[in-house]
């Protein structure tokens, strides 16, 4: 079954330099989610997309962005990139439909960003 | 507000005894729990998830969990532990909001199975 596709799978910057990292839902799924998990950390909410719409935003950093395309894809773009921005950035995806239940997340492999 | 509490930072057994993995769980009204595992340098895997149907949850790999409201919990078990299993597990809870839902993690419990 197709999974959850995240590209680059590492990714090496320079600090104030800008990243963008892709997500490409599971075929179907409407929704994406995006986390980052810092060394030793559990994985926190940044942001989520419904319909290409954003739907709910936690503690996603000002110089941070996101967005999801017509094809469902959703691209986080981060600007300025700081020392503490080092972690593995993961998207997951949903199909949430016109339910008003949960809705069962499934994650793609991330991607371990490193800013030296 | 919605939270998990991981009650085990770390947890050692030997291969081929029982795994218990604790988790409680704080909620003003029923929640959706899942457990999921991360293996080192990998993604993380859904290994299974309550919500609301039958209080015992059968999941992947022989794992199972019970969801017990009296005692606020959801703890993670399995028979026979395998080396396979050594991963980081994590106790999620799913807060629902206006555009879909977003997870909750626990801080984790690192399990090392030993021959």
């Known amino acids: 079954a197709a999974g959850v596709i995240q590209s680059p799978r590492h990714l090496i910057k320079e600090k104030r330099e800008t990243a963008t990292l892709k997500c490409y839902p599971i075929?179907?799924?409407?929704?994406v989610y995006w986390y980052q998990q810092g060394p030793g950390q559990d994985p926190q909410f940044l942001i989520s997309f419904y319909e290409k719409m954003q739907s709910d935003k936690g503690s996603i950093p000002d110089r941070f962005s996101a967005q999801q395309f017509s094809d469902y894809h959703s691209e986080l773009n981060m600007s300025s990139l700081e020392l503490g921005d080092s972690a593995l950035y993961f998207c997951?995806?949903?199909?949430?439909?016109?339910?008003?239940?949960?809705?069962?997340?499934?994650f793609g492999p991330g991607t371990r960003l490193t800013v030296l | 507000a919605q939270s998990v509490t991981q009650l085990d930072s770390h947890v050692s057994v030997s291969e081929g005894t029982p795994v218990l993995l604790r988790c409680n769980y704080s909620s003003s009204y029923s929640p959706s729990l899942f457990w999921y595992v991360q293996h080192p340098n990998k993604g993380l895997q859904l290994l299974l998830k309550y919500t609301s149907a039958a209080t015992l949850v059968k999941g992947i790999n022989g794992f199972e969990a019970e969801f017990k409201k009296s005692e606020t919990s959801f703890h993670l078990t399995k028979p026979s532990a395998h080396m396979s299993d050594a991963a980081e597990y994590f106790c999620?809870?799913?807060?629902?909001?206006?555009?879909?839902?977003?997870?909750?993690f626990g801080t984790g419990t690192q399990l090392k199975v030993e021959l």
């Open positions: 075929p179907r799924h409407d929704t």
């Open positions: 997951a995806s949903s199909l949430k439909g016109n339910r008003q239940s949960t809705d069962t997340q499934y």
């Open positions: 999620v809870v799913s807060i629902l909001t206006g555009g879909g839902n977003k997870l909750t």
